[in-house]
């Protein structure tokens, strides 16, 4: 398995012959909106450019997977990555819940099942939802939590990939039960667990 970053949450995800694209951010540096209003800091989104190697990366892309697109979340899928995928008509992966939003928007969609307990095929192996927690108290009315996936692929490392989610109770036992675990994340997402266990850091390439 190999795991190419692009931008904080974009990234691709390589074993066989499949390349998954997951959260495809694709704009300009600079294009979008700020995200923090608050506190002073108006840098408008993307901070930075794609990285040079992101166009032959792009062009290999068998699939794509997203976790959560509405409410403004375009640091998970902008306008240049709806536009990309509209072209190429894809196959993506995604909740029942942005289902109807993506095919609104000429987008390939295949949607997963609601229970988020439920295995399912995915090339050789599975693929299943894991509830994310995007913010707590007030700031989770205002949140589109979205969801996690947690894929294993037969001689392959088992990988989550959490999307938003702050570090709930589901997720730690997550950690618990199944060990040897890769976890992709946001960076706003970072906490620890035990080491032996899994990875919960910024996203790295994996070789």
Known sequence: MKITQLRNAT???????CR???DPMLAGK???PALRIFDGQRQRNPVIDLPPEASSALESV????????????????DKE?????????IPVICTPHDARYLRERGINVHPLPESHQQENPFFNGTVRTVRCTHGVGL????MEHGVGYLIE?????RLYLSGDTVLTPV????????????????????????????????PRSLN
């Open 11 to 17: 990234i691709i995800v390589e074993f066989g012959d």
């Open 20 to 22: 998954i694209l997951v």
């Open 30 to 32: 600079g294009v979008l």
């Open 62 to 77: 068998t699939h794509c997977l997203i976790t959560h697109c509405q409410k403004g979340h375009f640091d998970h899928l």
């Open 81 to 89: 990555a709806k536009k990309w995928l509209r072209e190429r008509q």
């Open 139 to 142: 700031v989770a009315m205002f």
């Open 153 to 157: 692929i037969p001689g392959e490392p």
């Open 171 to 202: 997720i730690r036992d997550l950690f618990h039960v199944i060990n040897r675990t890769y976890a992709s994340c946001p960076r706003a997402a970072r906490s620890s667990t035990s080491a032996k266990k899994s990875s919960w850091a910024s």
